[in-house]
């Protein structure tokens, strides 16, 4: 699910800035980054996003500006100085200017940001600041719910088609057993069988290949699938991998309906039938 939010704040000491952006993904990842000295308001947001959502990946970020603050840059060198440590006991070698690079780039190694924030860093502003971490995420989760609002009535309209197109191949598949016979007897006039074949024979082939074509189980397996995802959709609530598993249904059956096929027609409403089961698969990977 994507979605979008931003909180600011202001006090006597500065202001802050919270923005949160999340994207698709197959489980929950929380990414949040905030100024040194405030890990306390990291965990506490983790914590609430973790309370929220299934899935989805989040990036948080935190901006402080502390009133009367210059901007600074500083190096943490007890962490850099044992990232090189390991680094040499891994490798067997020191650390090049290349790798010490990569290292400068983890996470505590260099902090941006203004000289006196871990000064203001009290209970008091931490406490402030958890709570706009929290109007956050519901800011997010408010427009996370918009956005499953709109996939909910895509989705579903999604099914109204799919079950037009069951009914449509229904319809045609009606044709199968004739077809099949036609086929066959004309198969066996091109041969100059037909006065060699007998006709009990004949009739047991044709019965065995009307029942290899029969397509009613498949149909009747789309059917059920179309009603359990709109009761998911109704039910609300973290369904994406079960509407992940009910395309893959989807699919199949509509693979068997068109190798069972023994007219253009059946064969191309079950073509038509799988173009749709992708673009609901595409759009059910949004789904928490």
Request: aromatic share 4%; net charge negative; proline share 1%.
């Amino acid at each position: 699910m994507t979605g979008f939010a931003r909180v600011t704040g202001e006090a006597d000491w500065g202001s802050w800035a919270f923005e949160a952006k999340s994207v698709n993904g197959r489980s929950l990842d929380v990414r949040v980054n905030v100024p040194g000295g405030f890990e306390e308001v990291e965990r506490a947001v983790k914590q609430t996003a973790s309370k929220l959502f299934a899935r989805g990946n989040l990036q948080i970020g935190l901006r402080i500006e502390v009133a009367g603050g210059a901007e600074t840059l500083s190096v943490n060198h007890d962490v850099l100085q044992q990232l090189l440590r390991d680094f040499e006991k891994a490798s067997g070698h020191a650390a090049d200017r290349g790798a010490i690079a990569s290292l400068m780039g983890i996470k505590g190694v260099v902090e941006t940001g203004q000289s006196s924030t871990r000064a203001v860093a009290s209970d008091e502003v931490v406490l402030a600041l958890r709570a706009g971490g929290d109007e956050l995420i519901g800011q997010l989760n408010t427009a996370r719910l918009e956005e499953g609002q709109a996939l909910k009535n895509m989705l579903s309209d999604y099914l109204d088609e799919m079950q037009r197109g069951v009914a449509q191949a229904e319809a045609l598949a009606g044709d199968q057993p004739k077809l099949l016979k036609a086929r066959l007897e004309k198969q066996l006039a091109e041969l100059e069988a037909g006065d060699k074949v007998d006709g009990e024979r004949l009739a047991a082939e044709i019965a065995l290949s009307v029942a290899k074509a029969d397509v009613r189980e498949e149909l009747d397996r789309l059917r059920a699938h179309i009603e359990s995802a709109r009761g998911l959709l109704e039910q609300g609530g973290p369904i994406g991998r079960k509407l992940d598993f009910l395309s893959q249904e989807f699919n199949r059956e509509a693979n068997t309906l068109c190798s069972k096929s023994a007219s253009l027609d059946l064969t191309n409403a079950g073509l038509a039938l799988k173009g749709l089961v992708d673009q609901f698969k595409e759009q059910a990977a949004n789904v928490e």
